[in-house]
């Protein structure tokens, strides 16, 4: 019998009402890319941890009792992608889960969250960063920033980075298990209107570099925009470079249509406005083969 139906994607994230990060951003993004959308949640927060005050409900025994329900259900998944986890606990139990149910071919997607700007998030120590590197080692894919990055090798955090530099950790971090390994917001050394998204797939041996403009504004959320479509456009079988391309392009466009506003910046992009643009196929694509 002919049985047809969409994909599903497992998105573990927490749920912050103000701020327009994590399943705010992921839920709708992914859903307006085709796929069905089954949040595990994290932790349920009055506004992300960029504001000096939030509440934080940890959901971490909601989450055993969610992936046991799943488990009666025998629940299936094409992809397993995370995002922010609020305990070292969590981090352990997600790792379980996407042993325990991925199957081949499915893709797994970890987008390490742990900080920006060189620091940690508030509420975030060491041994989230230990749990965190057990966990990236279950990964297809991994989409770190250069924070995240320094504290995934435990490095210390700089400023500016050379191409070779960032081959090397690319492969440093490949070797650790997953096959895809994409950098994010790589400041290009003497030119500050410009950022790069780097990355490296080990299944063909090459290096991808995607260079967009850089307006002088940082807006929580933008790590989970990026995440998100890229997982999203490789689920609708699009390479490596493309998935970059199209990600950059959109965070690109979301920053653009906020950028004008005179509005405060921990409230994200403005999305919503743009988000019908990932109907339309790529026009320019900008991405290099380093
Ligand atoms: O965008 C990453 C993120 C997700 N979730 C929460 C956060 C942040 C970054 O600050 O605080 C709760």
């Known amino acids: 019998m002919y049985f047809s139906r969409t994909k599903r994607v497992v998105a573990i994230h927490d749920l912050s009402g103000i701020g327009r990060v994590s399943l705010g951003v992921v839920i709708p993004i992914l859903t307006s890319m085709g796929f069905q959308v089954s949040a595990l949640p994290t932790a349920i927060l009055s506004n992300h941890t960029q504001y000096p005050n939030f509440s934080f409900l940890d959901l971490t025994n909601e989450m055993r009792k969610i992936i046991a329900e799943w488990r009666k259900l025998g629940a299936e998944f094409d992809t397993f992608y995370s995002g922010y986890l609020g305990s070292s606990e969590q981090i352990q139990i997600v790792k379980d889960f996407i042993l325990e149910f991925r199957k081949e071919n499915n893709l797994v997607v970890i987008d390490p969250v742990l900080g920006d700007n060189g620091k940690l998030y508030t509420g975030f120590d060491i041994k989230i960063v230990e749990e965190m590197r057990r966990l990236v080692s279950v990964a297809d894919v991994i989409t770190p920033n250069l924070t995240e990055l320094s504290y995934l090798l435990d ?68 790590g989970d925009t990026f995440a998100s479509v890229v997982t999203g456009a490789m689920m609708q079988g699009d390479s490596l470079p493309v998935a970059l391309d199209r990600a950059t392009q959109f965070c690109y466009q979301g920053i653009r249509a906020t950028f004008g506003y005179e509005y405060d910046q921990r409230e994200g992009i403005l999305f919503e406005k743009v988000l019908h643009n990932l109907d339309v196929p790529i026009q320019i694509s900008t991405y290099e083969l380093i």
């Not at 290009?188 to 504004?217: E, M």
């Open 155 to 222: 490095l210390p955090y700089e400023k500016e980075y050379s191409d070779e530099k960032l081959k090397e950790y690319l492969l440093a971090l490949s070797a650790k298990g997953p096959s895809i390994v994409i950098i994010t917001s790589v400041p290009v050394i003497d030119n500050p209107h410009q950022t790069s998204v780097y990355a490296y797939n080990s299944r063909g041996n090459r290096f991808w570099k995607v260079t967009c403009p850089y307006l002088p504004a940082h807006y929580p959320g933008v």
